[in-house]
T-cell receptor
């Protein structure tokens, strides 16, 4: 299993540009998450999904959009990039069960810089 | 407010020494507490997980403790190795649906030869 994969690994955007961060998992997990990690801060939840066709906002959703058309893929869309979106973005997934041991599996991250 | 705090912010130790990292949380309703290891440039990887009824859990040289009464956890690393250099993140799960993980800021550990 490849686990959780993310592309690209690095990207530099100009202010106002748009892009899509790709995330895929091959573990048949229903739950998927997008986080951003700023220096010295804990991971902040952007969006999450509990299954194909179902998404919901997390703690910091402004400026982002997601879709979940398949179980495997969970792309994150940035519209009109701003310097405040400079961060490292992590995608994660987890199984539904058992609920008491809800281990998340993380991708390697995408380092995004907006200039 | 649901919050996870970690101390120290950073730590430098010599190879072979032991160290202890701290995690305090104010999260409810509590489901479980997990320690992750995050190598530079990589995603976090789960080390240990403890539910409310567990007060200690080991994974090789890593031993985590949980005091649910005082809402504190610690991660003890024994006989440190250079490969232990990483950030260690404490994560508390809330017993709710959906958005239920609260992440600490992490402790940056550097192990020197």
């Amino acid at each position: 299993n490849a686990g959780v994969t993310q592309t690209p690994k690095f990207r530099i955007l100009k202010i106002g540009q748009s892009m899509t961060l790709q995330c895929a998992q091959d573990m048949n997990h229903n739950y998927m998450y997008w986080y951003r990690q700023d220096p010295g801060m804990g991971l902040k939840l952007i969006y999450y999904s509990v299954g194909a066709g179902i998404t919901d906002k997390g703690e910091v959703p402004n400026g982002y959009n997601v879709s979940r058309s398949t179980t495997e893929d969970f792309p994150l869309r940035l519209e009109l990039a701003a310097p405040s979106q400079t961060s490292v973005y992590f995608c994660a997934s987890r199984s539904d069960y058992p609920v008491s041991t809800d281990t998340q599996y993380f991708g390697p991250g995408t380092r995004l810089t907006v200039l | 407010k649901n919050q996870v705090e970690q101390s120290p912010q950073s730590l430098i130790i010599l190879e072979g020494k032991n160290c202890t990292l701290q995690c305090n949380y104010t999260v409810s309703p509590f489901s479980n507490l997990r320690w992750y290891k995050q190598d530079t440039g990589r995603g976090p990887v789960s080390l240990t997980i403890m539910t409310f009824s567990e007060n200690t859990k080991s994974n090789g040289r890593y031993t985590a403790t949980l005091d649910a009464d005082t809402k504190q956890s610690s991660l003890h690393i024994t006989a440190s190795q250079l490969s232990d250099s990483a950030s260690y993140i404490c994560v508390v799960s809330r017993n709710t649906n959906g958005q239920n993980f609260v992440f600490g800021p992490g402790t940056r550990l550097s192990v020197l030869p």
